[in-house]
């Protein structure tokens, strides 16, 4: 175990000492004993006889080297040594696999039946001794053998020829012309159902799409196809970037890891990302489906014609990948709610993590699992860092950037660096500075405060910028941070901001830690909106008045500034409420508060979707991060009597608006989607009034769709309403043969903030559609609990990390990838009081103390008790 445990430094890469141009698989399915054997053509790129390959969890059966036995070869470790080498040989390495026990879903493994692999990120070195980095980039021929129930073999590239062997097996051989690393590699084996369409490209070149689903899912795979459409003709037209492969294929498993997999035209999909109809899926999951969909496509380009030279560099494919999934979701649907659930994501959990043990750049220096890293920090806020590239360029600018980047890198293994200098080269724009946001973690603070001189007629900005020391990373520098901003006068019109008798760009470049912006020619007091759609991943600290927010809720000129503010105005209300609980004071929100989101609800020029987004307060774990210690209690307690009151005092609002925004029938059209959405906000609200039970009901009894349903169950379940179990069951009782529709009634259970709750939780892993195995079921119902139900995971008796530590223990052993994300939240012990700190860190103790701990959880939890 001890020399696996070595953490790996990004300052530590080393070109390998060999390159493989063309690797020939050949794989023996078998459920319990897989033979592969890889014929890889290997040549010597350094001066040295010797090669290490990596391996794991399996059986050597053979070596050889120019088709001749090889003895000179010793195993060590997770590695084969290979030595008195020629420098340009063919390596042939048999194997043994066993897909029935790879509970990890790591390698090949079997879901439900069906044969799949996961290679990302070391995934490869689990089917056969290989160069298992993604800077060795091979040719791949894969031929499948498999017995004559797994009709469908699939592997990368084009089917090339098939036929059926001595002994009665099928056997299919597939091509892939793209060179690419291992983690890029897919096979697949079973039987499904397939939904076939085409595409034709801008160049007129036709490109079937095939999406393989279990057997009696055909209905569901309608919306995944159209996305996967939308996303080729969208990624020609914003990017000018087009398909480059005959075939593309999408596989649906249910036993999966992660969201999806963009192995090169055979994405493999956790099902819940493809599968979806009106009475099993909700709007949330359609519009999941098309970004998901998506950013996997997107990657064809942005991850596999360009590719990554080591895993640090992660976040060059993802936060650039992420970054074209959300303009392709705004393009596609509403920018403002797209734009505001990207930003709960940041101001939530990636704050969140940068707060944390884990906190590290969106590109790591030291790795000890790399499974580890692929966080909401290179994911999510590596978009971020993009999206302030294309702020600090513009679009012209960004997609000459784009090309000169495909230009220089297509077909190659590419760093962070290299698309920072594609970006500037292409833009004349200097990003010396800005390269700082790829080495400092952290988030950084921006205090604002602003001065107007009546008598000059000038409007000074003063900004300064902080970035606290972070777990991973002591000292900090100013960044380079564009600040986007706009100035209104009293009527709501746009200020033109000058400096030095010149209009200036509304994106100011804060570089200094601290800095003042003199504006000139300013009429009146004016109001200024600042950080304009989220313009940086920063928190931002400006003293405004209640009735300054109140006016930008409505004059802002922009939608997310507007909710911006919305949420501004109420989180003062919860933090000033915060401390008023603290001091044993009832919670109060003053009548021009209500009158403010009352204003929005009867405003008829705003979309639904976006007053459905202005009524939702920030939750409990983005409040948990405004502070330094959590008071678990005071946050419940004021986000719920500030649900409550808004719920009364808008009763009549919310009401009318519920019963008018009723539609009879169900379409995944936006403005239906924005409809629902909005009266199912009311829904949320008016269940804490006494209307609350019947309107549920009702609503859960005359639903045709599952957004509706849903919303109805979660209301009750969110305002403990005596109907709760009805519906419940009804549901259960409904849907229990269906794993994934019953996710929701899971993620229900471990939501619930009964007192009670981990009583029911327990039940709930007795139901018959339960099981550890499957990773959505365990994020379903624990993760839920763990994320999503502070006031009761945070139990003072310690109950819910007991629990937490248990399932911990027994996930190590099967599936440590979905342990080590299970486990954040008790990394987080040192922001709670003391009483819990200790019965959190006990859990963390516990698991270090295990002899079998894999080095996903003991990555995570030394880092967290070391600091
Ligand atoms: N590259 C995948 C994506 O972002 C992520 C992924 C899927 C993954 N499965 C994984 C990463 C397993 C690590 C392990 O779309
Ligand atoms: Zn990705």
Same mark, same amino acid.
């Given at each position: 175990?001890?020399?696996?445990?070595?953490?790996?430094?990004?300052?530590?890469?080393?070109?390998?000492?060999?390159?493989?141009?063309?690797?020939?698989?050949?794989?023996?399915?078998?459920?319990?004993?897989?033979?592969?054997?890889?014929?890889?053509?290997?040549?010597?790129?350094?001066?040295?006889?010797?090669?290490?390959?990596?391996?794991?969890?399996?059986?050597?059966?053979?070596?050889?080297?120019?088709?001749?036995p090889?003895?000179?070869?010793?195993?060590?470790?997770?590695?084969?040594?290979?030595?008195?080498l020629?420098a340009?040989?063919?390596?042939?390495?048999?194997?043994?696999?066993?897909?029935?026990?790879n509970?990890?879903?790591?390698?090949?493994?079997?879901?439900?039946?069906?044969?799949?692999t996961?290679?990302?990120?070391?995934?490869?070195?689990r089917?056969?001794?290989?160069?298992?980095r993604?800077d060795?980039?091979?040719?791949?021929?894969t031929?499948?053998?498999?017995?004559?129930?797994?009709?469908?073999?699939?592997?990368?590239?084009?089917?090339?020829?098939?036929?059926?062997?001595?002994?009665?097996?099928?056997?299919?051989?597939?091509?892939?012309?793209?060179?690419?690393?291992?983690?890029?590699?897919?096979?697949?084996?079973?039987?499904?159902?397939?939904?076939?369409?085409?595409?034709?490209?801008?160049?007129?070149?036709?490109?079937?799409?095939?999406?393989?689903?279990?057997?009696?899912?055909?209905?569901?795979?309608?919306?995944?196809?159209?996305?996967?459409?939308?996303?080729?003709?969208?990624?020609e037209?914003?990017?000018?970037?087009?398909y480059?492969?005959?075939?593309?294929?999408?596989?649906?498993?249910?036993?999966?890891?992660?969201?999806?997999?963009?192995?090169?035209?055979?994405?493999?999909?956790?099902?819940?990302?493809?599968?979806?109809?009106?009475?099993?899926?909700?709007?949330?999951?359609?519009?999941?489906?098309?970004?998901?969909?998506?950013?996997?496509?997107?990657?064809?380009?942005?991850?596999?014609?360009?590719?990554?030279?080591?895993?640090?560099?992660?976040?060059?494919?993802?936060?650039?990948?992420?970054f074209?999934d959300?303009?392709?979701?705004?393009?596609?649907?509403s920018r403002?709610?797209?734009?505001?659930?990207?930003?709960?994501?940041?101001?939530?959990p990636?704050?969140?993590?940068?707060?944390?043990?884990?906190?590290?750049?969106?590109?790591?220096?030291?790795?000890?699992?790399?499974?580890?890293?692929?966080?909401?920090?290179v994911?999510?806020?590596?978009?971020?860092?993009?999206?302030?590239?294309?702020?600090?360029?513009?679009?012209?600018?960004?997609?000459?950037?784009?090309?000169?980047?495909?230009?220089?890198?297509?077909?190659?293994?590419?760093?962070?660096?290299?698309?920072?200098?594609?970006?500037?080269?292409?833009?004349?724009?200097?990003?010396?500075?800005f390269?700082?946001?790829?080495?400092?973690?952290?988030?950084?603070?921006?205090?604002?405060?602003?001065?107007?001189?009546?008598?000059?007629?000038?409007?000074?900005?003063?900004?300064?910028?902080?970035?606290?020391?972070?777990?991973?990373q002591?000292?900090?520098?100013?960044?380079?941070?564009?600040?986007?901003?706009?100035?209104?006068?009293?009527?709501?019109?746009?200020?033109?901001?000058?400096?030095n008798?010149?209009?200036?760009?509304?994106?100011?470049?804060?570089?200094?830690?601290?800095?003042?912006?003199?504006?000139?020619?300013?009429?009146?007091?004016?109001?200024?909106?600042?950080?304009?759609?989220?313009?940086?991943?920063?928190k931002?600290?400006?003293?405004?008045?209640?009735?300054?927010?109140?006016?930008?809720?409505?004059?802002?000129?922009?939608?997310?500034?507007?909710?911006?503010?919305?949420?501004?105005?109420?989180?003062?209300?919860?933090?000033?409420?915060?401390?008023?609980?603290?001091?044993?004071?009832?919670?109060?929100?003053?009548?021009?508060?209500?009158?403010?989101?009352?204003?929005?609800?009867?405003?008829?020029?705003?979309?639904?979707?976006?007053?459905?987004?202005?009524?939702?307060?920030?939750?409990?774990?983005?409040?948990?991060?405004?502070?330094?210690?959590?008071?678990?209690d005071? !946050?419940? *307690?004021?986000?719920? +009597?500030?649900?409550?009151?808004?719920?009364?005092?808008?009763? #009549?609002?919310?009401? @009318?608006? %519920?019963?008018?925004?009723?539609?009879?029938?169900?379409?995944?059209?936006?403005?239906?989607?924005?409809?629902?959405?909005?009266?199912?906000?009311?829904?949320?609200?008016?269940?804490?009034?006494?209307?609350?039970?019947?309107?549920?009901?009702?609503?859960?009894?005359?639903?045709?769709?599952?957004?509706?349903?849903?919303?109805?169950?979660?209301?009750?379940n969110?305002?403990?309403?005596?109907?709760?179990?009805?519906?419940?069951?009804?549901?259960?009782?409904?849907?229990?043969?269906?794993?994934?529709?019953?996710?929701?009634?899971?993620?229900?259970?471990?939501?619930?903030?009964?007192?009670?709750?981990?009583?029911?939780?327990?039940?709930?892993?007795?139901h018959?559609?339960?099981?550890?195995?499957?990773?959505?079921? !365990?994020? *379903?119902?624990?993760? +839920?609990f763990?994320?999503?139900?502070?006031?009761?995971?945070? #139990?003072?008796?310690? @109950?819910? %990390?007991?629990?937490?530590?248990?399932?911990?223990?027994?996930?190590?052993?099967?599936?440590?990838?979905?342990?080590?994300?299970?486990?954040?939240?008790?990394?987080?012990?040192?922001?709670?009081?003391?009483?819990?700190?200790?019965?959190?860190?006990?859990?963390?103790?516990?698991?270090?103390?295990?002899d079998?701990?894999?080095?996903?959880?003991?990555?995570?939890?030394?880092?967290?008790?070391?600091?």
């Amino acid at each position: 175990m001890a020399s696996t445990l070595q953490a790996k430094y990004r300052k530590d890469y080393q070109s390998p000492s060999h390159t493989i141009t063309d690797i020939n698989l050949t794989f023996d399915l078998h459920e319990s004993q897989t033979r592969v054997v890889a014929i890889s053509q290997v040549k010597q790129l350094q001066q040295t006889n010797q090669l290490i390959l990596d391996g794991e969890n399996m059986e050597l059966v053979s070596v050889q080297v120019n088709q001749q036995p090889w003895s000179h070869y010793q195993v060590v470790d997770t590695t084969l040594e290979l030595n008195d080498l020629p420098a340009e040989f063919e390596l042939q390495i048999e194997t043994l696999i066993n897909p029935a026990e790879n509970t990890a879903l790591e390698g090949l493994y079997l879901s439900d039946g069906a044969f799949c692999t996961q290679c990302e990120a070391e995934g490869f070195r689990r089917i056969t001794y290989y160069l298992d980095r993604p800077d060795v980039l091979a040719r791949y021929t894969t031929t499948i053998i498999a017995p004559q129930n797994y009709p469908y073999l699939l592997s990368n590239g084009n089917k090339v020829e098939e036929g059926v062997t001595e002994d009665g097996k099928s056997w299919v051989r597939w091509e892939d012309p793209h060179p690419k690393p291992s983690y890029l590699f897919a096979l697949v084996a079973g039987d499904f159902d397939v939904l076939r369409d085409s595409y034709q490209t801008v160049s007129g070149r036709n490109v079937a799409l095939e999406i393989f689903v279990d057997k009696g899912n055909l209905d569901r795979a309608h919306h995944a196809m159209r996305s996967l459409i939308n996303a080729m003709k969208w990624d020609e037209q914003r990017f000018g970037l087009e398909y480059d492969l005959d075939i593309y294929m999408v596989v649906a498993v249910d036993f999966f890891n992660m969201g999806a997999m963009e192995n090169k035209g055979l994405n493999v999909f956790n099902s819940k990302f493809v599968l979806a109809n009106d009475q099993t899926a909700t709007d949330n999951d359609y519009l999941g489906i098309e970004a998901v969909i998506g950013h996997e496509y997107f990657h064809n380009w942005t991850g596999n014609r360009v590719t990554c030279r080591d895993w640090f560099q992660l976040s060059l494919k993802e936060g650039l990948t992420v970054f074209r999934d959300q303009e392709f979701s705004s393009d596609l649907g509403s920018r403002a709610v797209n734009r505001i659930h990207n930003v709960r994501i940041i101001r939530g959990p990636q704050f969140a993590e940068d707060a944390s043990p884990m906190s590290h750049p969106i590109r790591p220096e030291k790795v000890i699992e790399m499974n580890n890293f692929y966080t909401l920090t290179v994911y999510e806020k590596g978009s971020e860092v993009i999206r302030m590239i294309h702020t600090l360029l513009g679009e012209s600018n960004f997609q000459k950037g784009m090309k000169l980047y495909f230009e220089r890198h297509d077909g190659t293994a590419a760093t962070c660096e290299d698309f920072v200098s594609a970006m500037e080269d292409a833009s004349g724009v200097d990003l010396k500075q800005f390269r700082l946001w790829y080495s400092q973690s952290g988030t950084p603070e921006l205090r604002v405060s602003s001065v107007y001189h009546e008598a000059d007629k000038t409007f000074t900005l003063s900004v300064r910028q902080h970035t606290a020391s972070t777990a991973d990373q002591k000292e900090k520098q100013a960044l380079h941070i564009p600040l986007g901003i706009e100035i209104y006068d009293q009527q709501g019109n746009i200020i033109e901001l000058q400096c030095n008798g010149k209009a200036v760009s509304d994106v100011l470049d804060i570089t200094e830690t601290e800095q003042s912006f003199v504006f000139e020619s300013v009429t009146s007091q004016p109001i200024v909106s600042l950080l304009r759609d989220f313009s940086a991943p920063v928190k931002l600290v400006y003293d405004y008045r209640d009735e300054e927010l109140a006016f930008l809720m409505v004059h802002a000129k922009n939608e997310f500034a507007r909710w911006d503010a919305g949420q501004m105005l109420i989180g003062k209300y919860i933090r000033s409420n915060i401390e008023r609980v603290q001091q044993e004071q009832s919670v109060e929100l003053p009548e021009s508060v209500i009158d403010a989101f009352r204003g929005v609800l009867l405003d008829p020029s705003l979309e639904h979707a976006f007053i459905a987004e202005m009524l939702a307060l920030p939750n409990h774990n983005e409040v948990s991060g405004w502070f330094d210690s959590v008071d678990v209690d005071a !946050i419940e *307690s004021v986000l719920h +009597s500030i649900k409550i009151s808004l719920g009364q005092e808008l009763q #009549d609002e919310f009401s @009318a608006l %519920y019963h008018s925004l009723k539609q009879d029938e169900y379409t995944i059209e936006h403005p239906a989607i924005g409809q629902r959405s909005l009266r199912n906000t009311c829904l949320s609200y008016l269940a804490l009034t006494e209307q609350g039970e019947s309107l549920v009901q009702a609503q859960y009894q005359n639903a045709n769709n599952m957004t509706d349903t849903m919303a109805a169950m979660s209301a009750a379940n969110q305002a403990e309403l005596t109907c709760r179990e009805t519906l419940m069951d009804d549901y259960s009782a409904k849907w229990k043969h269906d794993g994934l529709v019953m996710d929701k009634w899971f993620a229900l259970q471990g939501t619930n903030p009964a007192k009670d709750t981990l009583t029911v939780i327990q039940n709930a892993m007795n139901h018959e559609a339960f099981t550890l195995k499957n990773p959505n079921r !365990i994020r *379903s119902l624990i993760g +839920s609990f763990l994320n999503q139900n502070p006031a009761r995971f945070h #139990d003072k008796s310690g @109950a819910g %990390y007991r629990f937490a530590g248990e399932i911990l223990q027994k996930l190590n052993a099967t599936n440590p990838q979905v342990a080590s994300r299970l486990v954040d939240p008790l990394l987080k012990y040192k922001r709670y009081d003391e009483t819990r700190q200790k019965l959190m860190k006990q859990e963390l103790e516990a698991l270090l103390n295990m002899d079998d701990l894999a080095k996903d959880l003991y990555e995570k939890v030394t880092k967290a008790l070391e600091a």
